[in-house]
Structure formats: structure tokens, C-alpha cells
């Protein structure tokens, strides 16, 4: 059995969110928490919060019959989303658009 859980338009960019996609896919949930614990990247707040919101759908589903030792992400992904566009006053009238990009990720964990 799998649970999904979904982060729609995530406060970070899909490309940094992918490199800590990459890492994750496949590994146990313990190995999961490890890596997101060492790796000091912003991204992996999000997923950390992911995980443990798609180990707590798989409980939901399989009434807590669960053991986190056989739970194994089986699918991760980050998307991109649509970008916030926001405008920064410069010298001399002027004005900078910033770019705040969003990312929608999603985690599928399964049970061995």
C-alpha cells in the first residue's frame, strides 16, 4: 500500500528543491531523516515536513498497522510553479522586478 502527500506552491524554487529529491528517492525512512537532518539546504525543511506528512497518511489508511522500519519513499518530485512577481524601488525612479519562484512537490511512501 502507498500514501501521497502533496506541498502546493512551496516557498522555493523547483531546481533547488530537486537536488534534495534526488537524494531521498528510494531510501528508507530512517535513511530519509539522516540525510535530511545532515544536509543543510533549505529544502529540506519542506521535505522533512512532506515525509512525515505522507508516513501519516499511510497510518490513516492502513488504520496504524504500520512499521516505519519496512516504509520506503517510493516516489519524490519536485514541480515548478508559478512565479511571484514582485516590484523593488531603485535610485532615480526606477523600479527591479524581484522573481519569487514556487514549486509544487510531491512524495509517495509505500510500504515494503
Same mark, same amino acid.
Given at each position: ?10 516557498? $522555493? ?8 529529491? *534526488? ?25 522533512? !515536513? ?6 501519516? *497518511? ?12 519496512? $516504509?520506503? $519513499? ?10 511571484? !512577481?514582485?516590484? $523593488? ?24
Amino acid at each position: 500500500m502507498e500514501a501521497k502527500a502533496q506541498w502546493r506552491f512551496a516557498r $522555493i524554487s523547483a531546481q533547488h528543491a530537486r537536488f534534495m529529491a *534526488n537524494e531521498l528517492r528510494g531510501k528508507s525512512l530512517e535513511q530519509a531523516y539522516e540525510v535530511m537532518q545532515v544536509v543543510p539546504r533549505k529544502s529540506s525543511r519542506y521535505w522533512k !515536513k512532506l515525509v512525515e506528512s505522507a508516513v501519516a *497518511n499511510l497510518k490513516v489508511a492502513k488504520e496504524n498497522e504500520v512499521d516505519p522500519a519496512r $516504509i520506503y $519513499i517510493k516516489d519524490i518530485f519536485a514541480d515548478k510553479g508559478p512565479i511571484w !512577481k514582485r516590484w $523593488i524601488p531603485r535610485a532615480m525612479g526606477r523600479a527591479t522586478r524581484i522573481a519569487k519562484p514556487t514549486a509544487h512537490l510531491t512524495v509517495v511512501v509505500a510500504e515494503l
